[in-house]
């Protein structure tokens, strides 16, 4: 099997929250707390180290295309996306990771392992999507693996496995990209006109995501960068740069000593 990621067509989520549940459980990641934030159904408003799937509830004043929002005369639409890490090509968690604890599978997939993981944490700000997160009890780092170890067995991720209408989809990542483009033209034919793929461009700021998404509306609604880049893209010119200056320095000691020693 070549590379292989997730399709989120978030313009068939039913916010059911089930691919939530289905990967808790396989994965036995712990409860986030279960509590009423007063903002909206979703309770567990962004992911972290005890939630790997997330399902964004956006609700807006507009009407969604040519369907009927089933409300009256009110212009009503949800929209409702399952987040979850974004297992990026140029992916800075992998880079600025010092004991290993982060790896690249022969998926494509970014996974930590936790028994080597040392909980310093570098990876929580490197991360361009606020993905990864380290959990209270213990310290240590977690984020979705994409089912590593389903993948080895032939079977789909959980998630994808439980989505009762195949708004998550798992595959081959160019198979996906090709199927994705098609799913646009038609959301787009229904009268969508803002709907957009996001994170399936190779060329974007974080070498193209291993899950990417349709979504309705602009990026920033669902709570996601608009123009995502690898936290780390500057580091080899940083590195050089702190050379040169080294370099300048220790010129500079070396020129002063050789005059001291010249007068004296």
Known sequence: MGRVGFFTDTSICIGCKACEVACKEWNAVPDDGLTFTGMSYDNTVSLSADTWRHVAFVEQRRPLGHQEPGVGDMDFRWLMASDVCKHCTEAACLDVCPTGSLFRTEYGTVVVQEDICNGCGYCVPACPFGVIGKRESGGLAAKCTMCYDRLGDGQEPACAKTCPTDSIQFGDLDELRERAALRLDQVREEGIGSARLYGHDPDDGVGGMGAFFLLLD??????????????TRDLPSMWRHAGVAALAL???????????????
């Open 218 to 231: 602009e990026p920033e609604v669902y709570g996601l960068p608009p123009d995502p880049v690898v936290t």
């Open 250 to 264: 220790l010129a500079g000691v070396a020129a002063t000593t050789f005059s001291w020693r010249r007068r004296g």
